[in-house]
């Protein structure tokens, strides 16, 4: 195992209300991302961080944001959430390697639904 | 726009016959791919990856090839065995994505008994 945990892997919560899942890693990873879920879609990269304090954005990053202050942790955050961001989402780590190689390594996955 | 397609979404193989999975992608700058396997109400795990200085690239029962000319790679499972059936997302990445990861719809693998 990768060394990932996920918290909360399930929530159920109503719209417009602040959601925020969270990412812990005890594989000192520099790379920390946040996928999406949904059928027909795959898997869409919401963030990612390349270290403390340092994050990115992914394709679909609009209604959501992100926080990293240390290394192991990496905190996704809804502020308003919306029915149409009920999915499952995936925390997956990545270590620097000196090529440009270098696979992900998932969580178990937070499945959160929006009433 | 997806840069990286799988256009079955689901396939059936008979228990010891070749399963052959397919993806496809846009962007020529992607150098480095990958392929995921996924139960349900678990995470991705990772499967194999090709570089793209290569054609081939074997690990057991799984091999990857990639034709970069039609920006096509396949995953073939031989042989195949129940416990391959799963959801197989291919994933890549570019000189010009940085960090970024693209991955595939996925396709659902039933191996038959």
């Known amino acids: 195992d990768a060394g990932i945990t996920q918290s909360p892997r399930h929530k159920v919560t109503e719209t417009g209300t602040p959601v925020t899942l969270r990412c812990h890693q005890t594989?000192?990873?520099?790379?920390m991302y946040w996928y999406r879920q949904d059928p027909g879609h795959g898997l869409r990269l919401i963030h990612y961080?390349?270290?403390?304090?340092?994050?990115d954005k992914g394709e679909v990053s609009d209604g959501y944001s992100v926080s990293r202050s240390k290394t192991e942790d990496f905190l996704l955050t809804l502020e308003s959430a919306t029915s149409s961001q009920t999915s499952v989402y995936f925390c997956a780590i990545r270590g620097s390697t000196g090529t440009n190689t270098g696979e992900l390594f998932f969580g178990e996955g937070s499945r959160l639904t929006v009433l | 726009d997806q840069q990286v397609k799988q256009n079955s979404p689901s396939l059936s193989v008979q228990e010891g016959r070749i399963s052959i999975l397919n993806c496809d992608y846009t962007n020529s700058m992607f150098d480095y791919f990958l392929w995921y396997k996924k139960y349900p109400a678990e995470g991705p795990t990772f499967l194999i990856s090709?570089?793209?200085?290569?054609d081939k690239n074997e690990d057991g029962r799984f091999t990857v090839f990639l034709n970069k000319s039609a920006k096509h790679l396949s995953l073939h499972i031989v042989p195949s065995q129940p416990g391959d059936s799963a959801v197989y997302f291919c994933a890549a990445r570019g000189r010009n994505t940085g960090n970024q990861f693209y991955f595939g719809t996925g396709t659902s693998l039933t191996v038959i008994p």
């Open positions: 090709i570089s793209s200085i290569k």
């Open positions: 961080s390349y270290g403390v304090k340092d994050t």
């Open positions: 594989e000192n990873h520099r790379y």
